[in-house]
Each structure stands twice: as C-alpha cells, then as structure tokens.
C-alpha cells in the first residue's frame, strides 16, 4: 500500500476542477477489504493522478482523508459527485483500481 500522507490534498471542488484538466484520472485505494459478515463494510479513498509524481488526495472540509466505507457509496460517489466515465472498485487491501476519467463536458 502506498503512503497517502506524503500526498498533496484537495477538498472536492478543488478535486473535481483537477479532473478535468487533461490527462488527469482517478485511482480508488482499498485501505479496508470489505467484510461480508459487516455488509460488505471496507475502507475506500480517491486520488486524482496527473503523472508519477502528481497525486491527490480527496480530503474532507477539515483536510482529513475522505474515507468511504461501502461500495455502494464509492460507486455512488464515483457516478454522481465524479461523473466518472466508469466506476472499478478494487476489493483487496491495497489494491488500486486505475485509469478512471471524468466524463467529457458536453455544450
């Protein structure tokens, strides 16, 4: 598992504004396997990712990790706060799920 601290950080709206410059995609980290006996419970983070040495990290109002602990809220958040083009949710603890865009803007 990557060090995430050693991030930069960004609020949501300085997050989504990242992803929409070009070549910018999304990571989704699992900190937490999800448990079947807790509703499939796990622990999840977002990181917009320019290159090698450009990725952030999804921070809370507060600047703490923003930490998603269901699937479905990952997906939810992945869909309707991202508009991602497609949603991969990696299910092991340190497993990264890579190369997630934004959807393009249209008119």
Excluded at 65 to 71: E, F, G, K, S, V
């Amino acid at each position: 598992m990557r060090k995430r601290r050693i991030s930069p950080v960004l609020r949501e709206a300085e997050f989504i504004a990242e992803l929409d410059k070009p070549g910018t995609w999304v990571e989704i980290e699992c900190l937490t396997a999800p448990d079947p006996k807790r509703r499939h419970r796990g622990e999840w983070m977002f990181f917009a990712v320019r290159g090698p040495d450009e990725r952030y990290s999804l921070v809370t109002a507060r600047a703490d990790d923003r930490i998603i602990q269901t699937m479905e809220g990952v997906v939810s958040f992945a869909a309707t706060k991202l508009e991602l083009d497609q949603v991969t949710v990696p299910l092991l603890a340190g497993g990264i799920a890579t190369g997630m865009r934004r959807r393009p803007r249209t008119g």
